[in-house]
């Protein structure tokens, strides 16, 4: 624990102005981050008696280690430039508003050509109209089934759509008049894009105008004795009544307004926000958040704000935003807000009327929210803290292990030897730290020599970042290998799960310690937990003793008894099967297999699928498709000349002897035969060798439990 004295700032240091600053700790990384109108007044606050500072306040400046400032020229800058900071370093004493899953929304992709219906999640695209979120996808659809009679708006996926236009016939929503089709041409571009319009049109709201201009043509289908077409037109006003008493109208003014509701105690608050467009509700969402610093409403509304509207621009930043309380000071936000909508946005209390009727109702379904939270979390903290008592009594650790560390080895039959790294933090995954590495010291099948090659690795990383802050002195540890290797070239990795990096020269690469993020080679676990016995045991602890690491506890858990073993023991210790503790550990092994599994299957695709033009520099996937697409096999292109090759678009002269050298060098795949007539087939070479004609990966074949079989 630091003495906040030991990094004041001297008198007269600290500017007057508006500014931005952050707080670090020993490893460097940033562990909270704030503004202010004055940086001289506010981080002059930080620096007083402990006992007049708020417990959590307090608990942050003794953590810290460091502070430093940036200073902007008003607090609209402030306010951007720490929106921007808390998103890069992910502060753990910031206010972060958790959330359990991703909102779908209800998008038309405008950007295309025939712009299509979907529900999309996850970050917004350039050129793509949103509507919502909402509390279901199942919700979209139904909205969209009923619309489609109206606005007969594509659908389909990519691939559908293109071989409907290959075969000429659409798809079964063509058939029963739920899409125009444009796919066979029965609308044009420019008639499909004009309906998608109109989709948009009536989601923001202006329903009215639609609806009357449908009635206007069943009144006159109906006087030209044309009743089917009146019938059609009567179902097409009932299916967008239908769609429209899925959200019922709350405002009479046909306002669009957000409005953000908290419910707070003094550990945890709650946020609620309706979104309510053209006087309907749209949409709703909420968020969950710990109180890790002293935070008044106003505060918890303005990270409520800039985590809401932080990415959002143009109409997806309303009119109005009503709030339970106003920022202090409310200026900047507000004209935080106008500069993102581009017009003025109208910030405040709600105080009478509809609106502050529909404000109840908003705060009664936050503080729904914040008791259903607590009533789920109490088991859950009570049960990891449990786990993490359990873990450091049976190890005989200091102190729980907050951070945990486990590896694990993946190859089959010795080829593509992989390892994972996976991270547990208060006993929860912190997936965004996992790591992948390819074994490279040795070729072939040796899971001890590769766990200790990859705890080596990783941990030079760590002792070179503390030897970069003086943390480090090699020669007081006597540590026989150089620290900080970089770690040998190698290809970069496939990308990982979301969430999951790859890696890149052989391991992911460490973050520097000056941008102090938190997902850092350099920030050290208390445990290291390795998927074996004895011997990986005790390679790990080898590796560790190599670099001179000393305060770091390493066990294994093996698979068939689920004992674990701690280096130097000839006998392992025995947890419980009913232990809180030997389930986590259990969980935290069973992640680093199914992660590492997950890269070496990966990897052994890529490398099966690989073909002769993957060796060809400065060939990408795309002139590969048209060297294929035009030649129409492998086989017929290795029997082109130079100069055929050199007559498509793109392809040069240097690029083309690379290639005829590139199929030279390779062999050509032998005939298929047909194993039930013994006939010889003149099938066309694929265009990745290795690859069989329905696409199924060689390897593979088998039953599932021969493949698991030989998959470490």
């Known amino acids: ?155 389909c996926s990519a691939g559908v759509f293109k071989n409907a236009e290959r075969t000429g016939r659409p798809c079964l929503l063509g058939y029963i008049g739920k899409c125009a089709a444009p796919c066979v041409e029965r609308v044009s571009p420019q008639e499909h894009r004009e309906l998608a319009e109109d989709f948009c049109e009536f989601m923001t709201g202006r329903t009215g105008t639609y609806i009357r201009r449908i009635e206007r043509q069943m009144a006159d289908a109906a006087e030209d004795m044309e009743y089917e077409k009146a019938a059609r037109l009567r179902d097409d006003i009932g299916a967008l009544k239908k769609a429209m008493e899925k959200s019922a109208v709350v405002l009479a003014d046909a306002t669009d307004a957000d409005l953000i509701a908290l419910a707070e105690d003094e550990l945890e608050a709650a946020v609620q926000i309706f979104h309510v467009r053209g006087g309907r509700v749209r949409g709703q969402r909420g968020w969950v958040t710990d109180k890790v610093e002293a935070v008044t409403s106003g505060d918890l509304v303005e990270h409520a704000l800039q985590q809401l509207y932080g990415e959002e621009s143009g109409d997806s930043v309303p009119k109005e935003v009503l709030v339970p309380a106003l920022p202090d000071p409310t200026e900047p936000v507000q004209e935080w807000l106008t500069e993102r909508r581009g017009s003025n946005v109208s910030l405040r209390i709600p105080q009478r009327g509809d609106k502050k009727a529909l404000m109840e ?204 073993w701690v280096p130097g023991d000839d006998d392992p210790v025995i947890l419980p099967r009913t232990s809180e503790g030997l389930y986590l550990l259990q969980r935290v092994r069973d992640e680093a297999h199914r992660f590492a599994i997950t890269y070496q299957r990966a990897k052994r695709a890529k490398r099966f699928k690989a073909g002769p033009l993957d060796a060809v520099p400065g060939l990408g996937d795309a002139r590969k498709q048209t060297l294929i697409k035009h030649f129409g096999s492998v086989k017929k292109l290795r029997s082109a000349t130079i100069e055929q090759i050199c007559e498509i678009p793109g392809i040069g002269r240097k690029t083309a002897e690379s290639i005829v050298v590139a199929l030279a060098g390779a062999v050509p795949a032998g005939p298929a035969v047909n194993t039930a007539t013994g006939e010889i087939i003149e099938d066309e070479e694929p265009a990745h060798a290795g690859a069989s004609s329905d696409g199924e990966d060689p390897v593979s074949a088998g039953t599932s439990e021969e493949r698991r079989g030989q998959e470490t």
């Open 361 to 564: 109702t908003v705060a009664r379904n936050a503080q729904q929210s914040l008791v259903l939270h607590k009533t789920k979390r109490a088991s859950d903290l009570t049960t990891r803290s449990r786990a993490l008592e359990e873990i450091a009594e049976a190890l005989e650790l200091d102190s729980a292990p907050l951070r945990i560390e486990c590896y694990d080895i993946s190859h089959l039959q010795g080829d593509d030897v992989v390892a994972s790294m996976v991270v547990f933090e208060d006993g929860l995954a912190r997936k965004s730290e996992y790591r992948r590495f390819q074994i490279k010291g040795f070729e072939g099948q040796d899971d001890v020599r590769s766990m200790h090659e990859v705890l080596t690795r990783r941990f030079r990383r760590y002792l070179s970042d503390k030897e970069k802050t003086g943390e480090w002195d090699p020669d007081e540890t006597g540590a026989t290998a150089e620290p900080g290797e970089p770690g040998e070239p190698g290809e970069p990795g496939e990308p990982g799960e979301p969430g999951e990096p790859g890696e890149a020269n052989g391991e992911v690469s460490a973050l520097t310690e000056e941008d102090g993020r938190p997902k850092r080679f350099a920030y050290p676990p208390q445990l290291v937990v390795v998927d074996g016995g004895q011997p990986q045991v005790a390679a790990a602890q080898r590796a560790l003793d190599e670099l001179g690491i000393d305060d770091i506890a390493v066990c294994g858990l093996a698979k068939r008894l689920e004992e674990v």
């Open 1 to 155: 624990m630091a003495d906040p004295s030991s990094y004041r700032p001297k008198p007269g240091q600290i500017p007057d102005s508006p500014g931005v600053y952050r707080f670090r700790d020993e490893h460097r990384r940033v562990i909270y981050v704030g503004k202010a109108k004055s940086l001289r007044q506010r981080l002059a606050s930080y620096f007083q008696d402990l006992s007049n500072l708020h417990p959590r306040t307090a608990t942050m400046v003794t953590t810290a280690a460091s502070v430093e400032w940036t200073v902007v020229s008003t607090e609209v800058e402030a306010l951007q430039l720490e929106y921007s900071w808390i998103k890069e370093f992910d502060p753990r004493f910031n206010v972060k508003y958790r959330d359990d899953k991703s909102y779908p929304y209800l998008a038309v992709t405008m950007n295309e050509e025939f712009p299509r219906v979907q529900v999309m999640r996850g970050q917004k695209k350039k050129g793509v109209r949103y509507f919502g979120p909402y509390g279901h996808a199942w919700a979209i659809r139904d909205t969209v089934d009923l619309l489609l009679r109206v606005f007969p708006v594509r659908t």
